[in-house]
């Protein structure tokens, strides 16, 4: 392990831009300049170039290995996307040139992207507007969460808290909490949410209750509609946590079941490839009352069928992005949406939830499966008693396979929560169930080979105790 | 079936196992009055025809603009090679390093981001990136109140006013108190922003250069902070970073930048790259995910995320932020860029841009009632006033094919003469006489 | 230094260790009055420089036409993955597969891809491709003069020109007799192709679809080359071959094609990929690469360059040709290309290509005095008669934004009315309607 | 190992164009259909994404490892360039468009990059006249000798041979073969072509000499001033090999010193990546006296400055190209010089030389290197008594690095030629000697510590012998 510091050469050079025809010093005073040259590594682009290539053979990803990743929907990234999304004519427009005096003439085909992603979303999701700005799934949640904040605060309403079942994801109370709430948590009961005691949560200064469905368990809500009737009583809105949306695409829409906000992570859903942890985009769509607080500028379509850019929406709750978000990202969401169409974006849920069935029942002989009814489109599940959930996803890695989802949610021992996407074929299916039933196997005659495990991968299993000890969180000069 | 491998046979077998008569069954659960009332989007299109689709969108666009526009977001040539090795499958599809076995790739590429972010911006520990600097500021505003345990902010009014937009958004259902100190001509007031800073004081918060490119030197002010045990956050650019005297020579504890000038490209606002950084104390209220180094088994030196109890997965609503997932690939591109240009490339790319914009400056001021802002040192970038409205001109400047730069009337009442320009390094002498001449025709 | 990573202490260090002082001492075997006597180009650019050169370069070119001309060049569809994967660096910049341990990568692809090409082509044996359907056809012939010891090749004048002309050229200092056989309007005469083969025959060579579009059965006139110890070779269009009778059914000895349409940009005429396969009893004629299959020390599949004995390297003079490279990169396209589409996603191209090429023939049949050149059953392509000059017209569209498809009175002497049209599956019934119009506007 | 047709699963698909409206049997008689449709594999798109990047790490490339592979000049290759070959302007350009009646000024920017690179070749060269049509370097003799050909038989030369020294190229005689000449090899004598052996061979049916200068030991030919001279009395031509054209460049013109033909690989010294195998460009220069013989078309540039195809020249060879040769290739090179320019061209020559002389002083402790001479960008050299170049080669790869080319020129016993070329760092270069010297001592130990590598690579040793019997060529069905 040398790190690009470690091979730089004093002198190296590799992308040297033409000689400058003037020197800072004589640009600028000298107690205004930084006092030597930052200590950045200096290689020859083949240096570069070879460093990156060898360190990208140390990484698993979807291009070269299967991700059953509960709650994470690492499904294929269509190649064709990024080609889109890298077009010169996208990927070199000064996002500023939208706001010059009539600069909007010159974005159109820009605005028009924006315009139809927002489009095509309210109509999969059945609600009346969306933005675009937030740049990831939980800056959507802060994004939603802010909106009903000021929804009420319109209203005048009263509102302190959010209430936020155990099997959520750790970003709902977050998002909740910077945008200003108290978190009430409410215990699930059979993998739902427990009526009683939701009836118990759901006081008058409850502003917003949020909710994963299918829930982190796989499991579609069934209590719903009773949900959504207590909710509007005491007028608090209803939150949607987009993550599992892959599970529903074009069989419900939260809008129709009576959703107030919904954030999509579109590098899930929509598949736009995850990055080694971004850039995503959280699109976040809302019911018809709280349109007029979406974040500003708003793109627009006029009368001529050209698009422009309005910021003139007093009740808005600002910017939450520079601009309009994470452009290039949701412009691959946006070309992944049309390349499916009407026909492929239920498929896609229909598959999803097949192989992740087919997964819970070839699997349900040798893990124990906690629920014993129809999941969506993933799945909870455990070893069997005396292996741990860990070891069997570092035996996983050693066979080339990433790990599922582990301990999570916590609600379920040990847990192992599988979501195989709709783009993986029957034979990786199959080979996964092989593989571990062998592995699990071997494991409970013998303890100490799954602990081993991972054996062949580009490292063992690492010290984290010693990383957040020794904090060694850059290399010193 | 775009992207689903089953084939009819391989269906019908899987539904038996599951014990299902169609894929219908398998949404049982979702009743007949929870059905979609309506899903009219358009059908899917072959890969050919949504290519030639999308090239027509792109082609709606203008992107041939000789170009001078900036405040914020520079175009910078990228080096191929940052497209060439980002763009390998194993960075752009691979997960978040939970597995650190086999995510060395991307878990030694940020430790590497956070090693440069640290030296160029000179501070002791950097994240694995946040969404974009105005974000960045946010969290380093909250780092500062969460380490301080006060509430107020001083803000400079000559900080980006996008940014200073996001601030208030973010902040609006915090205990945040903002306090903006106008500016001074374009230039940052820094007597005024000394007498802001009381005890109730968290931050303050500046930028250099400022949104009007004056560059300054900020000591003073950070040691005015330090007394009332408020944090000095500054926000800069990383290319002229190279040259200009650091945050930490100047004794701030929070850094920011936007680091879409090192390798991103300006796609319409996005995705851009919010770099942070800051004082090793201040370690422990930094958001964000973070990566150390450590041995595996055998040993062998690797990285792994830690310090991963402050983080919402953990903390859930206790946690120092609900930032899950950083900006990954755009921190890649920039350690690759920064690592193609070494400190040489990147400091000739800041002194070519100001060359440049030394030439421009002088040429536009000869031109009758053009003058600049105020006579502060300037980097790449400067704001001159305009004997007529700036918007306007710019208007018809880009009707002639030129973004001749950001009028700022539209954030800053009263300013509406004024252009704000920048130069980089893609930018020519030949570009410059043709704006120059362009605009004096307009006068 | 662009690409060269010596800093100036490591270039002391170096030349102390040769024992030189300068770099010029290398070149001590050069004498004074062989040195350059000028050496007069353009100084190096900066990267940036030099892609805003290229893509200036770039845009002087127009390729945004409305495209109908193919003449066995085809603009299909190339799905995006073809790109990435081909680019990616592993393959891009590996040297020839000599060392196999490290090399499977490349093997596997070309293995992969030989057996595709002899399943397209319904025949025994492949290489791992020559340069183009040009080469491949001349290299075809050779082997058949070399397996038949015979030198006369009886070529119907329906075999596309351009590979004509180099079958001509390679052939030259040859003993080879080249007779042609005049195409009757655009078809091929098969008679005459059976009478002109005489005992002297070392090989038959047509081509399906003809140049003209025609679409034949050459199955008696491969019987008849057999009777005559003559080899019977033909061209084919991948695309097209899909759906039509295979040169195996037909029992050709050798199948030759232009590779171009499985995955290759137009590129202005290169780089292309001549495929080429043949019968069992000839492999040991073929020239070029081949990789076989075989085991490691433990027993574990892979595969080797194989058959060397028949190449340069060994055999120098005695070669069966000077091949050395073949086209690599543009094989493993190819092979990328065939496994996205699938045997059914190259049928549906041809087909829709197909119906296209027949509302368009519909359509502009019904224009005064535009008749069909022929009534041969064709492809994608096929040949009208205008009342007109065709080159006149063609340069008429082309000014209005069509590439409305190839002249061929530039090779046919006494065709100058004659327009060669092709549709593929990008085209569409709009943009037929456009060119019938166009063109109708223009007769 | 599984293949992609192992992978194949019938009625799997990926990139699947739309439905035809109709289908071929209603379109054209049976009797012109294929009875079956070919066994094409049929994969997801993931299939194969996944399937091509695992195989991709099954490969050693300059992007991944150092290449001193001696007459390949393994450089890096720049990724800018392969960005400048895909620019749309000039990967969709149709090459009949420059053939339509004035379709010239359809494709001025493609017929400017022509012109160009023709003309920065013959000036780098010292030639009269270059054509781009040769499509490798093999390719681009077979045209050089056609040229002399056509010159001999234009004048009237009655000229039936062509003299190879036996250091050359395999391609050198089969090139001079396949166009009709008869070959008559001559030994080498220190490294050098033996004055003698020449004097002998030049007959007045001589039509060329070929010559590899530096030749394959990597050295200049000192003799170079007589052996022009005694061609020029038999009116025979100098052909040129450009395979080692990286170790001259700036510092000597073949033209200058009287060659009249030279072939150029452009993926070897002009720095286009070599494919695993191709696409190549073998660009021809020649002096005044062959141009009229040149393939056609040749661009040619009007007093407007713009550009036209002549195809108008009567003694031309004719077409060896279907077009204007493999265009997307020497755009890269053509990138790649204008990239390095003036000052780069010549830079690169001194650095790969300084490289070469450095790694062969370096080396000489433990390899028997036999020319004790400055060598230019490569050198031979013979791993100690009993041990085989073979195992050498082989246990490089072991540790990362590709092998030497081995066993070549045949006139060095068990010949490692080594060419680090100049874009390798010194580090690299100690690198490979550190690892040298400790393996070949640990071989004159052990002899079998050699010979069981490599160890560790995708595959170890492979059994080339079964491959050529049993000649598996493809999968079957």
């Keep these: ?477 | 079936m775009p992207y689903i491998p089953h084939t009819p046979e391989e269906l019908q077998e899987m539904l038996s196992v599951i014990g299902v008569a169609s894929l219908d069954d398998l949404f049982a659960d979702i009743q007949a009055d929870m059905r979609p009332k309506s899903f009219n989007i358009p059908s899917g299109k072959s890969e050919a025809e949504l290519t030639a689709c999308f090239e027509n969108m792109a082609a709606k666009n203008k992107t041939d603009f000789i170009n001078f526009l900036g405040a914020g977001y520079y175009d910078h040539y990228i080096p191929k090679a940052v497209d060439a090795l980002s763009q390998r499958g194993e960075f752009l599809t691979s997960y978040t390093p939970y597995q650190p076995e086999v995510s060395q790739g991307t878990l030694q590429s940020i430790f590497e981001y956070q090693t440069a972010v640290c030296r160029l911006l000179d501070m002791d520990c950097s994240n694995a990136s946040l969404f974009d600097i105005g974000h960045s500021l946010f969290e380093a505003g909250m780092m500062a109140a969460r380490h301080t345990r006060k509430h107020t902010w001083v803000v400079d009014e000559a900080v980006n006013p996008i940014w200073r937009k996001m601030l208030a958004t973010y902040s609006a259902n915090q205990k945040i108190n903002i306090v903006t100190v106008p500016h001074d001509s374009g230039k940052s007031d820094k007597n005024a922003l000394m007498n802001a800073i009381g005890d109730d004081c968290a931050a303050v918060i500046v930028q250099n250069p400022n949104f009007f490119g004056a560059i300054d030197d900020f000591t003073e002010l950070f040691n005015k902070a330090k007394e009332h045990k408020a944090l000095g956050i500054i926000s800069v650019y990383p290319v002229m970073q190279s040259i200009l005297k650091t945050p930490g020579e100047m004794g701030a504890d929070i850094a920011v930048a936007e680091g879409q000038s090192l390798g991103l490209p300006l796609s319409f606002g996005g995705p851009y790259l919010g770099m942070i950084a800051c004082k090793k104390d201040l370690v422990r209220q930094m958001p964000g995910r973070i990566v150390g180094k450590t041995n595996d088994l055998n040993g062998k030196e690797g990285f792994v995320l830690t310090l991963q109890a402050r983080e919402q997965h953990i903390r859930r609503a206790k946690a120092t932020s609900n930032i899950c997932s950083n900006q990954g690939l755009c921190a890649l591109r920039s350690i690759i860029h920064m690592a193609l240009l070494g400190p040489e490339g990147l400091k000739r790319t800041a002194e070519t841009s100001m060359y440049l914009a030394r030439i421009l400056a002088d040429k536009l001021t000869k031109l009758p009632h053009v003058g600049l802002l105020n006579d502060a040192p300037y980097g790449n970038e400067f704001a001159v006033r305009l004997p007529k409205n700036a918007d306007e001109i710019a208007e018809k400047m880009s009707e002639r094919g030129f973004l001749c730069g950001f009028p700022v009337g539209q954030y800053y009442q009263g300013m509406e003469n004024v252009l704000l320009i920048s130069c980089t390094e893609k930018n020519s002498e030949e570009q410059i006489d043709k704006l120059v001449n362009a605009l004096g025709g307009l006068l």
């Design chain 1, 1 to 477: 392990m040398r790190t690009l510091f470690d091979k730089s050469v004093k002198g190296r050079t590799a992308v040297v831009p033409a000689m400058p025809k003037k020197h800072a010093e004589d640009m600028l005073p000298k107690s205004l300049l930084r006092a030597k040259p930052a200590s950045l590594p200096e290689l020859s682009e083949l240096d570069v170039v070879r460093h990156f290539t060898r360190n990208s053979h140390k990484n698993f990803s979807v291009d070269g290995n299967f991700y059953p990743l509960g709650s994470c929907t690492m499904k294929y990234n269509a190649k064709v996307i990024e080609h889109i999304a890298s077009l010169a004519g996208f990927s070199k427009l000064h996002p500023l040139t939208a706001q010059l005096k009539h600069g909007e003439q010159y974005v159109q085909g820009a605005l028009q992207a924006v315009y139809e992603i927002e489009q095509v979303l309210c109509e999969i999701n059945g609600m009346s507007a969306f933005t675009m700005q937030p740049m990831s799934g939980a800056n959507g949640e802060f994004t939603g969460v802010m909106l009903i904040a000021a929804y009420h605060k319109d209203k005048g309403n009263k509102k302190t808290k959010i209430v936020v079942p155990d099997s959520a994801h750790g970003t709902n109370p977050a998002s909740a909490m910077i945008a200003g709430y108290e978190i009430v948590n409410i215990a699930s009961k059979d993998g739902m949410v427990d009526p009683k005691a939701l009836e118990e949560a759901l006081t008058d200064d409850v502003a917003a209750l949020m909710m994963t469905c299918p829930n982190t368990l796989g499991l579609f809500e069934t209590h719903l509609p009773e949900i959504v009737e207590k909710l509007r009583k005491i007028d608090a809105l209803l939150y949607y946590d987009g993550a599992n949306l892959n599970a529903i695409m074009g069989k419900m829409r939260v809008g129709d079941v009576g959703f107030d906000v919904v954030h999509l992570n579109l590098h899930k859903t929509m598949g736009t490839p995850h990055g080694g942890g971004g850039p995503g985009s959280g699109a976040v769509g809302v019911s018809e009352r709280l349109t007029p607080y979406l974040p500003v500028g708003r793109v627009e379509k006029n009368n001529d069928g050209t698009y422009k850019l309005n910021f003139d929406y007093p009740k808005s709750i600002g910017y939450i992005a520079p601009f309009l978000g994470n452009f290039a990202v949701y412009v691959k969401a946006l070309a992944y949406i049309s390349r499916l169409g009407k026909e492929g974006i239920p498929r896609a849920a229909e598959y999803a939830v097949l192989n992740a069935n087919y997964l819970r029942k070839k699997m349900d002989s040798f893990l124990h499966v906690p629920f014993d009814r129809m999941c969506m489109h993933e799945f909870v599940s455990s070893p069997p008693e005396g292996i741990k959930a860990l070891d069997v996803a570092k035996a996983l890695l050693e066979y080339g396979i990433h790990a599922p989802t582990i301990y999570f949610p916590l609600i379920v021992h040990e847990c192992l929560m599988f979501e195989p996407t709709e783009t993986e074929n029957k034979d990786t299916l199959d080979n996964l169930v092989t593989l571990m039933e062998e592995f699990i196997k071997k494991g409970q005659q013998d303890a100490g080979f799954l602990q081993q495990m991972p054996l062949t991968t580009p490292l063992r299993r690492l010290d984290e105790t010693f990383a957040a000890r020794s904090m060694i969180l850059k290399q010193e000069e």
